[in-house]
RNA sequence: GGUCCCUUCGUCUAGUGGCCUAGGACGCUGCCCUUUCACGGCGGAAACACGGGUUCGAGUCCCGUAGGGAUCACCA
């Protein structure tokens, strides 16, 4: 590791193939967090050595949803494709320090001994020209294999998993570099971790068995080892493993959903670790909080009751003015026009209150299409049951007495409505609820005198008649 | 199948040998508040996978069993 180095260094390292999917941004904030709560640095890395399945596309949508979560990375993203020199460079001292060696057989060649190993319920190990390259042929192709050590064990203290020990035995003598000349995954990783000089390396625990196999380059090479962090994978709500078919989806389906960046972080954060029994927490919190001792063991489960209670709550901290942007072109789509100035003045006011009923952000466009000029509106069942040959009557008197008011604020719509129930010996519940279908058309809203004051004089009135007269 | 990892309420988790009659959150649910829907307040049901040890004492340590997961490519 070079010295002028931070103390930490972590690093993303995506491979892109695919969207940002809710396990890889957990990855991503976990190592974001444990580089930020230690005033380290946090890389970003596209593995894309792959270059058949790699697209830009991908590229595009895990940086935009890293932006979306919040999560900056220092530095510009690497290419890990770009550097495949280097990595050809130290394949090939692996091969002159006498730690790999070269590898003529066919690929046809090598699925046989696989199959006929398996068959027998040997493991092979690719060693087929392990100790052969006096034998090596002229003008043929071939491929780097490291020479893997056959005695003793390996142990790596995971500052998650524990202590986890592998026999050498085990491991396989790894193509490092492709017959065509391209470096696979697993020299790269090494490689790039240690010219980027990571020091913490957080990721899925699906590649708690690849780290053993990387260990041998690193001590071929004289490079010191790296902390380790293997992090268990999240689960589908079924518990059964997340995959395209199975409920994965990319970070920009959740923000389509309507779910916040600060409650996306927030449940991420909590799902797999935790500070006591703290539930909300803020960015600032986890940053000085996190550490990756309290990371848990155990694959956990996606729930979205519990993000959804998240997002309600994050959305109720945000202003009116600060949700109005989230929600206008949703809502413009909604009531099928611009908004007008009107429109906008009344949504300011009514907003907070919409906030404090909705989990997702969809559930605020959806009440606040009420505030808008959208006569007739339209009625739930429910709704619709509210005018009888009874209500109607009382509705368009209601209407006449509102009309009548020369102050419009909800503490006068208030006591109209009350006195004119008191006089005509009615329960006040037997008035606002009719007024309320008429005004909403069942749909959530606040407080009924609140909703008449932000919908103004004239639009309330409108919106009694229509159903006075229908 | 080999190897490795994991296992506390339905879910996320607290718990690091006595503070556990196992705590919190989401969800579910009863009551209260109330002009609706929410919010809020007060309650409730709900878990240490199983079996052996170790120990005066085990959710906590050890060993088995069962279940789940990961991995065994010239993919990453």
Redesign the pocket.
């Known amino acids: 590791m070079t010295s002028d180095m931070p103390d930490i260094v972590t690093r993303f390292?995506?491979?892109p193939?695919g969207f940002l999917h809710i396990g890889g941004a957990r990855t991503a904030l976990y190592n974001w967090l444990f580089a930020r709560a230690n005033g380290g640095k946090f890389l970003l890395r596209i593995?894309?050595?792959?270059?058949?399945?790699?697209t830009q596309e991908a590229i595009d949508a895990i940086l935009k949803g890293l932006q979306w979560l919040g999560l900056d990375w220092d530095g510009d993203a690497i290419s890990?494709a770009s550097r495949a020199d280097r990595h050809r460079e130290i394949a090939q001292a692996l091969l002159e320090s006498g730690n790999a060696y070269k590898?003529?057989?066919?690929?046809e060649?090598?699925?046989e001994k696989?199959d006929a190993a398996?068959a027998g319920?040997e493991?092979?190990r690719?060693d087929i020209w392990r100790d052969k390259q006096a034998e090596a042929p002229e003008n043929t192709?071939?491929?780097i294999r490291m020479k893997m050590p056959r005695e003793g064990a390996h142990t790596i203290v995971?500052r998650v998993?524990?202590?986890?020990?592998?026999?050498n035995a085990?491991l396989?003598d790894?193509?490092i570099?492709?017959?065509?000349g391209?470096?696979?995954?697993?020299l790269?990783?090494v490689v790039d971790d240690y010219d980027m000089g990571v020091t913490h390396i957080v990721r899925?625990?699906?590649?708690?068995?690849?780290a053993?196999?990387q260990l041998p380059i690193y001590e071929a090479m004289g490079w010191s080892v790296p902390e380790y962090a293997?992090i268990?994978?999240i689960?589908g709500?079924d518990?059964?493993?997340l995959?395209k078919r199975h409920g994965a989806l990319g970070v920009d389906a959740y923000e389509d959903m309507g779910f916040l960046p600060e409650a996306m972080r927030n449940y991420l954060l909590?799902?797999?670790?935790?500070?006591?029994?703290?539930?909300?927490i803020s960015t600032q919190e986890a940053i000085n909080w996190f550490n990756l001792?309290?990371?848990?063991?155990?694959?956990?489960?996606?729930?979205f009751?519990?993000?959804?209670?998240?997002n309600?709550?994050y959305l109720?901290t945000l202003n009116a003015s600060e949700l109005l942007p989230y929600i206008k072109s949703a809502l413009e789509n909604l009531i099928d026009h611009a908004l007008s100035k009107t429109e906008e003045a009344r949504l300011l006011k009514a907003l907070p209150?919409l906030a404090?009923?909705?989990?997702r952000l969809p559930d605020i466009s959806e009440s606040a299409a009420l505030y808008c000029d959208i006569r007739p509106i339209a009625l739930t069942d429910k709704a619709a049951k509210q005018f009888t040959d009874e209500t109607r009557p009382v509705i368009a008197d209601v209407a006449n007495e509102l009309e009548a008011l020369t102050s419009w604020n909800s503490e006068d719509i208030?006591n109209s409505i009350m006195s004119f129930a008191e006089a005509r010996d009615l329960?006040?519940?037997k008035v606002?609820?009719p007024?309320?279908a008429a005004l909403?058309g069942g749909k959530?809203?606040?407080?009924?005198?609140?909703?008449l004051e932000i919908l103004g004089q004239v639009e309330s009135i409108a919106r009694l008649r229509d159903q006075a007269a229908a």
């Not at 590898?103 to 690929?107: K, L």
């Not at 391209?182 to 697993?186: A, I």
């Not at 404090?356 to 989990?359: F, H, I, L, V, Y």
């Open positions: 390292a995506p491979s193939t593995e894309d050595t792959d270059t058949k399945r790699s890990q590898c003529f057989a066919t690929a060649e090598l699925a696989r398996r319920g493991r092979f690719g192709p071939y491929s995971d998993q524990g202590s986890v020990t592998v026999q085990e396989d790894m193509i570099l492709r017959s065509d391209t470096p696979t995954y697993m790269a990783v899925g625990d699906d590649h708690l068995n690849n053993f196999r293997h268990p994978l689960h709500p518990g059964k493993k995959s909590r799902l797999g670790w935790s500070h006591g029994d703290d539930e909300i001792e309290n990371i848990g063991k155990g694959p956990s489960r996606f729930d009751d519990k993000i959804d209670s998240l309600s709550h109720r209150s404090e009923r909705a989990k208030k329960k006040p519940g606002m609820q007024l309320r909403t959530q809203s606040g407080d009924l005198a609140e909703t």
